[in-house]
């Protein structure tokens, strides 16, 4: 019996401390918003030092590829345009996208997920991407 209760006080205390190391700072994920990934400066750079990246769904979607285009940040859909079984992906030793197919794509190509950077606010500066809007490649 005492065995049993040690494990059960000890499963509390495991599950107490994750959640109070887990929980963030100040607001917490809402999957009907917008939510920020990263600094637009700091993005900025890591782009130009190092192209583009790809960051994870934080609600279990597909995720998506962040990027510049004509120097801006954009944050561009995960399937390629029209395929929604064909994932994009960057190809560094090419130095550019390739559909599933091995086909060379342009960011310009892809639809993208509305992005913007507050410009005052207490997400001054954030890139914030909202994964419910998804904009149309734009026109050549």
Not at 15 to 36: C, H, M, Q, W, Y
Not at 45 to 64: K, Q
Not at 74 to 92: E, H, K, N, T, Y
């Amino acid at each position: 019996m005492f065995a049993i209760a040690s494990l059960v006080v000890a499963g509390i205390v495991v599950a107490v401390t994750i959640l109070l190391l887990t929980r963030s700072g100040g607001e917490s994920l809402d999957e009907s918003g917008p939510f920020s990934i990263g600094e637009a400066d700091a993005l900025e750079t890591d782009l130009e030092d190092g192209g583009p990246f790809y960051i994870p769904d934080p609600f279990g979607g597909d995720g998506l590829w962040v990027a510049l285009e004509r120097e801006r940040i954009v944050a561009l859909v995960l399937d390629a345009r029209g395929r929604d079984d064909c994932a994009i992906r960057w190809v560094g030793r090419r130095d550019r996208f390739e559909d599933c197919d091995g086909s060379p794509l342009e960011t310009t190509e892809q639809d993208r997920y509305q992005l913007t950077i507050p410009e005052a606010g207490d997400r001054e500066g954030q890139v914030l991407v909202d994964l419910e809007v998804v904009e149309p490649a734009p026109s050549p």
